[in-house]
C-alpha cells in the first residue's frame, strides 16, 4: 500500500493518523512519533519536526494572549492576581491542545514534500 491517502492532509494530522494511509496511529504516546505505521508500515523514523510545532503554535499564541489580556484588563479590571491565575493556564491549556494537531501536520507536510531522489 504505497499510494497517499485520498483524505486531505489536514484531516488525518487533526486525527494524528498516518500521512501516507490515513489509518495507522501517528503517535506511541502524547508527542512521541511511532518508528512505522502499523497499517501501511511507512517509516517515521526520517521526520525530524525539531521546534518547528512548538514555534507556530507560540508565536501567534503570545499575541493573542496580549490582546485578550489587555481587553479583559481593560473591561473587567482584575486585580493582577486573576491574571497571574487566568493566562498561565490559557497559554498551557491551548498549547496542550494544539501541539499534538501541529506536531502531525508537519510530520504529514514532511511526508508529502520530501525530496525522494
Known sequence: MNEPSSRPLIQTALRARCPRCGEGALFAGYLKVRERCE?????????????????????????????????????????MWVHLIVWPVFIATSVGVTLRPVKALMVGLQYKYRDVA
Request: charged fraction near 10%.
Open 39 to 79: 497499517v501501511c508500515g511507512l517509516s517515521f523514523g526520517n521526520n525530524d519536526t525539531g521546534d518547528g510545532p512548538a514555534f507556530f503554535i507560540m508565536l501567534p499564541l503570545c499575541f493573542i494572549t496580549a490582546g485578550l489580556a489587555l481587553v479583559f484588563d481593560r473591561t473587567v479590571m482584575p486585580p
